[in-house]
């Protein structure tokens, strides 16, 4: 993994009361058909010690409280399933992410090659799959079906957003006799994959759920990086230095660039400090305003009073206190519908300079449909070649209602309960934010 997505993590949030309990179907009892040394076997006992601030390190250790640490992710030498008579789903749920295609590619093949499982079945369009009504064909899986879909965007399944009935779903896994369910997505997952986990514990069933994080914006908690980010951030950088080049070839030219990221600024944090090319870099953990004398629009005047040119970039959940509709409206899925921060600020730019009779070329670029279609990059790839192992390696040892995390430079075990209980956003006051604050040269666009 490159070193800079350390800065991603959270060595400076205080991380407590977090339950790493990981549930278990019972006790693995069958040896493990994988023909490894034993020194590449994982024990219960390897675990991984979250990092924490050291204001947090000396209070326990003198309260004699251990640090939280987590279950490592790996083989095990012995099993809960028998791969012979063993059944595995998949499903892909949300919006689409550069290497979806690769974590379900290297699920059937661990499945497949490793574990000797042969009975694979995917589910068409995320939970929809899953209920009689909507009709959708379930597709059997083997290493032939998916064996060049990693070379394609977005999900070979395909997917879908909403609520679905918890009850009809449970009732199909039991019908169709799976025992292990793999679930490829981001929050809104998440929270179905752990009420699919409650029922099926209440039904006293032995089926495995599993989920793997998926969001082009990088905000799943105690993950470090989500896989299609680094793809994600590439293109970012290909748009900002579109935006630039179209800015400095006029007089007062204006690049402005609308980037993912609903609740959290991690792409275009990443792409600001990755092109070095960008004056002011909007996301939704920092308020700005865009009047008064230290508001984003005089701001920008006299950077193009000094340089002639100017790049912005916003993220779309940046802003919202200026295109938020009152009362607000939600998508299938639950969620606000945001405003076009990008469309708005491009308007608002363009009356601002109009009225003070000053001539600028604002070139407006929106790549958000492109970044999130496109096939993996190799660096994600790679990771997502892991995440599909590590899942497939948690679920034949009865692993349950967890996800599989890269975090602390390792890969890990987290139980699902605990990666819901919050969003991951920027910490303004840590390193990595102070990073590309500096790389824009920008002061706080806040008047008070």
């Known amino acids: 993994m490159k070193e800079f997505h350390n800065y991603l993590e959270f060595a400076e949030e205080i991380i407590e009361d977090i339950d790493t309990t990981v549930e278990n179907l019972g006790p693995c009892k069958i040896p493990s058909p994988l023909k490894l040394h034993p020194n590449c076997f994982v024990s219960e006992e390897n675990r991984v010690t979250l990092r924490v601030n050291y ?31 063993v059944k595995a789903g998949i499903v892909t749920c949300g919006g689409l992410c550069p290497g979806i295609n690769d974590v379900i590619r290297s699920i059937v093949m661990t499945l497949y ?23 959708h064909d379930v597709i059997e899986l083997n290493p032939e079906i998916v064996k060049d879909i990693h070379t394609m965007g977005g999900t ?6 909403g609520h679905q009935s918890i009850e ?16 490829i997505g981001g929050d809104g997952t998440f929270k179905a994959a752990y009420k699919i986990k409650e029922e099926i514990a209440k039904r006293n069933l032995k089926i495995a759920v599993i989920a793997v994080p998926k969001t082009i914006d990088n905000d799943i908690w105690l993950v470090s990086k989500t896989f299609g980010f680094d793809t994600a951030v590439e293109l970012a950088c290909e748009a900002i230095r579109c935006a630039h080049t179209e800015a400095i070839a006029v007089p007062n030219g204006i690049g402005l660039v609308k980037l993912m990221g609903r609740h959290s600024g991690f792409i275009a944090a990443a792409a600001t400090l990755a092109t070095k090319e960008v004056n002011f870099c909007l996301i939704p953990e920092m308020d700005f305003d865009l009047d008064g004398e230290k508001g984003l629009l005089a701001e920008l005047e006299r950077r193009l009073y000094k340089r002639k040119h100017a ?74 070649g892991f995440l599909g192992q590590y899942a497939v390696h948690a679920a034949m040892a009865g692993k349950t209602g967890i996800m599989i ?5 390792q890969f890990v075990h987290i139980p699902i309960k605990e990666a819901i209980k919050r969003r991951k956003q920027i910490n303004l006051h840590n390193r990595f934010s102070l990073s590309f604050l500096e790389s824009t040269g920008q002061k706080s666009l806040k008047n008070v």
């Open 405 to 409: 995390s890269y975090l602390n430079d």
């Open 55 to 85: 204001k947090y390190l000396k209070d326990n250790l003198s309260k004699n409280k251990e640090i939280p640490s987590l279950e490592l992710a790996g083989p095990r030498p012995y099993i809960y399933f028998d791969p012979s008579k």
């Open 168 to 183: 009809e779903i449970v009732d199909t896994l039991e019908r169709m006799n799976i025992q292990i369910l793999f679930m």
């Open 113 to 135: 090659y490793s574990y000797k499982v042969n009975k694979i079945i995917g589910f068409k369009y995320g939970l929809q799959g899953f209920i009689s009504k909507y009709g």
């Open 156 to 161: 070979f399944l395909g997917t879908s957003r």
């Open 311 to 384: 790049v912005i970039v916003v993220a779309e959940g940046a802003g919202q206190k200026y295109v938020q509709k009152d009362p607000p409206e939600y998508d299938a899925s639950g969620n606000i519908k945001l405003g076009d921060i990008g469309k708005f600020l491009k308007e608002r730019i363009e009356k601002y300079f109009k009225e003070k009779n000053i001539e600028i070329v604002i070139r407006y670029i929106d790549p958000s449909y492109i970044i999130r279609s496109v096939p993996a990059n190799v660096e994600d790839r790679i990771y997502c």
